[in-house]
């Protein structure tokens, strides 16, 4: 088949369509999604016992805000990223952030060090960190992955990892409401490996739902 | 072309784009046929090969039609569409690389001996590639990256613009059906 004829093919099939919302309405509706769920998880969870002392001596909000800084910029860019006609440079929007989390993170190692000595360097042992942001990363992800589901035809996998990492990047703030942890290099490590996995898989198996939705 | 014609053009695609989001067949065919010359250059800037070229082109009209509603008619028309095209460009670039890289040079094939050609399969060859011409675009789209581009199916997929079982379902559609057409038992 020639040009010609795939084009009168194409325009046969020229059904209306609903324009895609600007990148700023679907970053507000995922926002929305992600800040509901993460809200229903927390509330149904319950707070962590210590959170107003922490939070009081400046410990996690930093930390906190970061993340939140890092999501939201990683979600802006994916549904910058879905629009065929934006610059892929977008996708480095979220990069200051997310290093800003783990420099905050890092400081937190070497503020631990003075009190303690070299020991608050080695990270201990916190399967339920990882298995709470991939398992309520995951499933949020899935929902962004259905917002950005008209990047299925042009670039996906950029589109799918950077709303892993936005997922991810929420689900971290969900955890430090709920998960009495202390150790700065635990949190680094379980944190960072956690948003690493969810994005990783979100660009490697993410471009898929989103072609099939 | 003046930048005044240029951007005539572009308010005049941007126009017609807008109408056929909204379903106008016939502005849509237009604004495809019109396009057709910008796509084929910025394909050709990419690919040497013309056959090549033209399934870029090819490539870039699937997708331009199944992306269609990411197009905003505030902006201007011209950067979307190269966007599309060349990246569409760059991915057939891709995937000759890698098809290259998998077959065997003539020269090196040359101790292999060919086959004879007769009547019959010269008429063989132009009975399979009617019956391929005659399928689906979306069968043919299918055969044509699972089986003769012989792509992994999450790029024939990326590429496509199909899921993946979509395009398993094409492909095992345009086999029965070549089968059906040329007389061979399913």
Redesign the interface.
Known sequence: MDSEDLIARLAADARPVRRVPPPVVSTLVWLAAAAAVVGAVVAWSGFRHDLPQRLATGVDLPQMILAGVAGVAAGFAAFQLALPDRDPRWAWLPVPPALGWVATMGWGCVQESLAVGPAAFVPGVSVPCLVFIVALGLPLTLCGGFLARHAAGFRPTPVAALIGLSAACFASIGLTLVHHLDAAATVLVWHGLAVALVSLAAARVGPQPMRAA | MSAAERDLTDARWSALMAS???????A??TL??EV?PLLRAICRARLRDPSDA?DA??DA???L?????????S??FR??LS??AE?RALDRGRSRGRRLARETGIEDAAGIAAPTRGADTSAADAQLRRAV?DLP?AQ?TALSLTKIEDLPL?EA??RS??????LKVATHRAIRTLRRRLGLPD
């Open positions: 056929a989001q909204d379903g106008d067949a016939r849509y065919e495809l046929r057709l033209e082109v090819q009209l699937l997708t039609h199944r992306v269609r509603a990411t197009y905003d008619p902006r201007p950067p979307w966007a599309i990246r011409a675009p043919r999450t997929a990326a613009g199909m899921s993946v079982g979509a």
